[in-house]
Every structure is written in C-alpha cells, then in structure tokens.
C-alpha cells in the first residue's frame, strides 16, 4: 500500500514538473500568424457499431511542429489508471506529457468538440496528452473507459470528475520516417471489405485478427467508447479494446483527446 501510494505521489509531481516546464517553452514562442480552422480534414467510417471514424488531415502540420516544440523536453514515463490511482505499469512503457493549454491546444480541443457535435460542452474534454514510443515500447491491450470500480469517490469515473470516458480521439502528431511498427490495433473490430483502407490499415494481418492502423502523420481515429446495456445504461464497449502496438524502429508521437459524460474536473 504504501510503495503504490508513494508511486502516485511521485507521479502527481512528475506531472505537475512536466506543465511547469511546457508553460515556460510557451512563454517564449510567438503564435502570430497563427487560425484556428476546423474545414481541412475528411472523414472515412470504418464501423458503425461501435461507432469508428478515421480522420485524415485532423492536425495541420503546423499544429504537429508546434506541439512537438512546445512539450519538447516535458515527458515523463506514462502511467496507467489504477483502482488507487495512477501508477507506472510494464503495461505501457512510453512517456507522456499534458500539452500546455495555449491557442493551438485550444484549437484542437474545440476541434475534437465540433467533431461530436456543438452541443457538446467544452468542459467536458480533457487536457490534451501527448504520448511517445521510442523502440521496445508500447501500451499492451486497454480500453479507454473505468470500470464500476472508477465510479466511486474519488475514482476516474467520479461524478465529481466527469464521469467516465464516452469517446477518444487518437491523433498521430510525429511518426519518423524509418518508423517499423507502432500501429494502434483493435482487435475485436472487423476489417473493412477491399483494399481502398489499405493505406491507413495494415492488410496484411489475417482477416480475424481485427484492425490495426497505420501510424500517418495528421491523421487520426476516432472512437465511442460506451454503449447502452439491455437496461439502458451507458456501460464500457469491450469492442473497442485496442493496443499501441510496440515500435520496432523510429519513433512515434500521438495525441489522446478523452471527452467525459460531464465537466471533467
């Protein structure tokens, strides 16, 4: 009890160190010339239930350049949510950091907002995290939404935290380009027809193996992450299981956009 919650001390500090250095970058590097504008991606849809939309072009690549500056030299290593709370886990050895909250970051959260519709508020999205994989590491298999556990006081899911998690937002921001693996698999979704999703998705896996896809500069998936029960609860989908898969060669930076039932806080 005692290492774990000495383990979630050294975390929260990790973090916090992490925002005071990226807010100190962003305080010496102008965004003149810089509009926000939300008309230059298109959307594909891989699976209506559960709900899947591929994103080309999500991130300008001046936004990509600007998020890698600006959080340049704040990540630390990732941790996973925990039933006492966020902990380092062999379950996911890349490093992570909160992109400090300036235009662009904004632009981006509004973005990811009109994406899910304009009556979703704004408060329910959660900081912007940015997430490497240098070679050997990934995140195993996960899901995104907190189990009934994460609902009591205190937990992920709180009320008092904005609930659970009902979509993600996956955005690749920089993908080297020697990279060999680092694909974002789903194992349980079921792989479209043809060959016109072969330059997003890898078509060489056998066709029961789910989907994974290609890591793609500015490109992005979507996902909803609940679904309703029999009983008409908003409960975690199991089909959206998915996995960072590990980098062979190169290096890969993504971006997590998690929006909550309510105001997350």
Known sequence: MRSTLVGALFALATVAASQEAAQEVLEHYSLEGYKCDHSGYEISLLSADPVVIYIENFLTPFERQHMMRVTNGTFYRSNVA????????????????TAPSDEVARCISERARHFQGLDMPST??????????????QYQFHVDWFNKEATKPGGHADVGRGG????????????????VGGGTAFPKLKPP???????????????????TFRAVEGNAVYWSNLRQDPAGMRVGDVRVLHAGLPVIKGQKVGMNIWTKEATFN
């Open 82 to 97: 925990g039933a006492e709370g966020d902990v380092v886990s062999n379950v996911r050895t890349s490093s992570s950091t």
């Open 124 to 137: 329910n999205i959660e900081p912007i995290q940015l997430v490497r994989y240098n070679p050997g590491e």
């Open 164 to 179: 659970n998690r009902v979509s993600s937002f996956f955005a690749y921001v920089s993908v080297s380009d020697d990279i």
């Open 193 to 211: 027809p043809g060959n016109g999703w072969c330059k997003f998705i890898e078509c060489d896996n056998d066709y029961d193996s789910g989907v």
